[in-house]
Structure formats: C-alpha cells, structure tokens
C-alpha cells in the first residue's frame, strides 16, 4: 500500500518561514492535500491538489508537489499557526495521511 | 454552510461492533461522497473510508473488511458499522465530507471518542 512520510516536528520563528514536506514514491504524480489540526479541534482544510487555498485560507499557507516531495510553506509565520498538520495523498479510492508535523513558532 | 456532527456510544465492549451516525445540515447528501476517519488518542489520521449516494463504497484495506459504510438519503445521515473492536479501535471519530472528483475532504464533523473496553 501507498505511504507519505512527514518530520515529526518543525520549529519556526514568529515571521520566518516554515517549510513542511510530505514524502512518497512519485507523489508528484498525486494530488496532495494539507490539514491543520489544533488541539482540540477537528481538522482545516489548507491546501488541496498541491496548491490551491480554500476560501478563508490565509496567502501565507501555500503548496507546491514535484518529484518524490510535497511541500507546505508558511510564509511570515505567526505564533497562531502552531498546530499540527497533515499531509494527504490518494491511493486509488483510498486516502492516505502523513503521520503528521508538529509545528512550534518560537 | 454544510456542518456534519457525529453521534453513537461511547464505550464498546471488544469483539461488538462500532456504529456511528453522522448527521449532515446545511447542504444535501445526495451529491458528494461522505466518509469517516479517525485518530487514536496522541496520534495521527487514520482513513476508515467513505460511500457516495451513487451507490459506490471504498474502505481502508488495512482494516480487513470490517467496515460497513452507508447512506440513509431520507434522514440525510449516514453511518460507520466497525465490527469485531478491539482496544486498537479506541480513538476519536470523524465523519467528513468527501469529493473524490476534486481529491478533498473539505467538511468535518467536531468528532466523537470512542472507547474500546471491557
């Protein structure tokens, strides 16, 4: 079956940008999603097909997907962003998520 | 504005079966697909799978069929049946919308905790 890996954690200062990656065989080749998850609360819906923001979505959070690497960059990141968050990929008609990315703004 | 919001018991006995609801407003469930994931407790997102109201099902084949998913168009609801529990069952659930033409799930329910346990 399909796998996406993802760091287990991601430190960024307030305002600089922070870069998450989602990895898997040829994930260039699939649509891939990002969630943001705070504690307590379900998961956001940030990115979908590799880079585009749903309505709402701030410009900061963007997405990009080549190769073997999805990327999620948060530019001028602010201490509100601090969430955990989720890569997703498809294998055939089933989702698959990334084990998740704690980011911490410091 | 669509909001799901999910509803069963939360304690099942091992080797019973899991069955979950999860209620859809704000929208009708007969377009998309609606489906459920969930998320063992500290840890991260675990597809289960989903059903759209053209009649197709597809579930995670890592949880070895035991997974029943269906629609009830008339209640616009629809329901998760996970049989044969066990402790590894334990986590919280979230029915979500699904859009498997647009590769999204953009509409999650709040969750519900679900213990597995004697």
């Known amino acids: 079956s399909y796998e996406v890996t993802q760091p287990p954690s991601v430190s960024v200062s307030p305002g600089q940008t922070a870069s998450i990656i989602c990895s898997g065989d040829?994930?260039?080749?699939?649509?891939v999603s990002w969630y943001q998850q705070k504690p307590g609360q379900s998961p956001l819906l940030i990115i979908f097909?590799?880079?585009k923001r749903p309505s709402g979505i701030p410009e900061r959070f963007s997405g990009s997907n080549s190769g073997n690497t999805a990327t999620l960059t948060i530019s001028g990141t602010q201490v509100m962003d601090e969430a955990d968050f989720y890569c997703?990929?498809?294998?055939?008609?089933?989702?698959?998520f990334g084990g998740g990315t704690k980011l911490t703004v410091l | 504005q669509v909001q799901l919001q999910e509803s069963g018991p939360g304690l099942v006995k091992p080797s019973e079966t899991l069955s979950l609801t999860c209620t859809v407003s704000?929208?009708?469930?007969?377009?998309?697909?609606w489906g459920w994931i969930r998320q063992p407790p500290g840890k991260g997102l675990e597809w289960i799978g989903y059903?759209?109201?053209?009649?197709?099902?597809n579930s995670n084949t890592s949880l070895k069929n035991r997974v029943t998913i269906s629609i009830d168009t008339s209640k616009n609801q629809f329901s998760l049946k996970l049989n044969s529990v066990t402790a590894a069952d334990t986590a919280v659930y979230y029915c979500?919308?699904?859009?498997?033409?647009?590769?999204?799930?953009?509409?999650w329910g709040q969750g519900t905790l679900v213990t597995v346990s004697s």
């Open positions: 097909q590799d880079r």
């Open positions: 979500a919308r699904v859009d498997d033409g647009q590769r999204l799930v953009d509409y």
């Open positions: 997703q990929a498809w294998d055939s008609s089933t989702g698959v």
């Open positions: 040829n994930l260039g080749d699939r649509y």
């Open positions: 704000g929208g009708s469930i007969s377009r998309y697909c």
């Open positions: 059903t759209c109201y053209r009649g197709s099902t």
